[in-house]
């Protein structure tokens, strides 16, 4: 903790780092402590090179002040929510802190904050704040809670439990914009969204005696239904409510050709072992991973049902 405030009293130009197709954790905690850098008046950049973030974010404070442009001058940075360095979009020269909750994290950077047994990296964040004093505002707890609350699912998770609500009590007493966020982050939904999720709805498959759901969407869906990437993740987490489902795969055809892979589980099953096989990360219930157009989708396929085969 003294080597990080160390390292912030003598940085000249701090840059925070949300990763690639940031959620709320990542652009949450990075809004939290860019507000904490305002206050101690240094100069600072909020960096994140996905250039479109999702509108459903824009009650995070800060997003606006966005850019996808790593700055030269930095000579400090902080990444949220990276399990690995290449979820950054960018290479620092400059000093890194890696900050994040992932059990997968590589431990990355010249420090590396790391907590597994938080529920979201804004509670790592919360918890370096309380033990150095660092009281929050209005900033801070709204961009602390949209992380929680994201990455909670909102409060559905397994992992909730009294001490997650205590912690969400606390930022909406320090001013957090609790309503703003569950509207924007919980409610928000564009029409072509809700085109892609009849696709993807209409082309499940359900496999292992109906305990896995498969959802393959092409290129073409994503161009012709005019959503994002990120918006085939909602019928994804939706399918888990079904009651005989207890794993959801999705295997989403990229514009190069390649594949990505995300995985959602109830609590008993371990999906992050399977993204593991495929060079990815995440977290036990949430885990992702990409692999090049030069791998035959069937074989994907055939792989994680192997696998899952030992976690039913």
């Known amino acids: 903790m003294n080597e990080i405030l160390k390292k912030i009293d003598e940085a000249k130009h701090i840059v925070v780092i949300a990763h690639i197709n940031p959620d709320a954790d990542s652009l949450g905690s990075a809004s939290a402590f860019y507000t904490h850098l305002l206050r101690l008046h240094k100069k600072v950049s909020f960096y994140c090179a996905t250039e479109n973030?999702?509108?459903?974010?824009?009650?995070?404070?800060?997003?606006?002040?966005?850019?996808?442009?790593?700055?030269?001058?930095?000579?400090?940075?902080?990444s949220f929510d990276c399990a690995s360095l290449s979820r950054l979009g960018?290479?620092?020269?400059?000093?890194?802190?890696?900050?994040?909750?992932?059990?997968?994290?590589t431990m990355f950077g010249e420090i590396a904050l790391v907590d597994a047994r938080c529920i979201s990296t804004t509670k790592v964040l919360y918890d370096f704040f309380q033990q150095?004093?660092?009281?929050?505002?209005?900033?801070?707890?709204?961009?602390?809670?949209?992380?929680?609350?994201d990455d909670s699912d909102g409060f559905l998770n397994e992992?909730?439990?009294?001490?997650?609500?205590?912690?969400?009590?606390?930022?909406?007493?320090?001013?957090?914009?609790?309503?703003?966020?569950?509207?924007?982050?919980?409610?928000?939904?564009?029409?072509?969204?809700?085109?892609?999720?009849?696709?993807?709805?209409?082309?499940?498959?359900?496999?292992?005696?109906?305990?896995?759901?498969?959802?393959?969407?092409?290129?073409?869906?994503?161009?012709s239904s005019g959503a994002r990437d990120e918006d085939c993740e909602a019928a994804l987490e939706e399918?888990?409510?079904?009651?005989?489902?207890?794993?959801?795969?999705?295997?989403?055809?990229?514009?190069?050709?390649?594949i990505k892979g995300s995985l959602r589980s109830h609590y008993a099953v371990n999906v992050l072992k399977i993204a593991?096989?495929?060079?990815?990360?995440?977290?036990?219930?949430?885990?992702?991973?990409?692999?090049?157009?030069?791998?035959?989708?069937?074989?994907?396929?055939?792989?994680?049902?192997?696998?899952?085969?030992?976690?039913?």
């Open 53 to 78: 973030i999702d509108r459903k974010y824009l009650c995070i404070p800060w997003c606006d002040k966005i850019r996808s442009s790593f700055p030269s001058s930095a000579d400090l940075a902080f």
């Open 159 to 223: 992992r909730v439990d009294g001490t997650t609500f205590a912690f969400a009590k606390e930022l909406i007493e320090c001013g957090a914009e609790y309503k703003l966020c569950n509207k924007f982050i919980l409610k928000h939904r564009t029409l072509a969204s809700l085109r892609l999720k009849a696709i993807m709805f209409a082309n499940m498959i359900l496999l292992k005696n109906a305990k896995v759901a498969l959802f393959y969407v092409s290129y073409k869906d994503i161009v």
């Open 276 to 312: 593991l096989e495929f060079g990815g990360g995440g977290h036990a219930q949430r885990a992702g991973f990409q692999v090049s157009n030069e791998v035959c989708l069937d074989l994907i396929k055939e792989k994680i049902l192997n696998l899952l085969e030992k976690e039913l």
């Open 132 to 149: 150095n004093s660092i009281l929050l505002n209005s900033k801070m707890a709204t961009g602390l809670y949209a992380g929680l609350l």
């Open 90 to 105: 960018v290479e620092p020269s400059c000093t890194l802190i890696n900050v994040d909750h992932h059990s997968s994290n």
């Open 239 to 258: 399918s888990l409510y079904l009651p005989s489902v207890e794993v959801a795969v999705l295997l989403k055809q990229n514009s190069d050709l390649s």
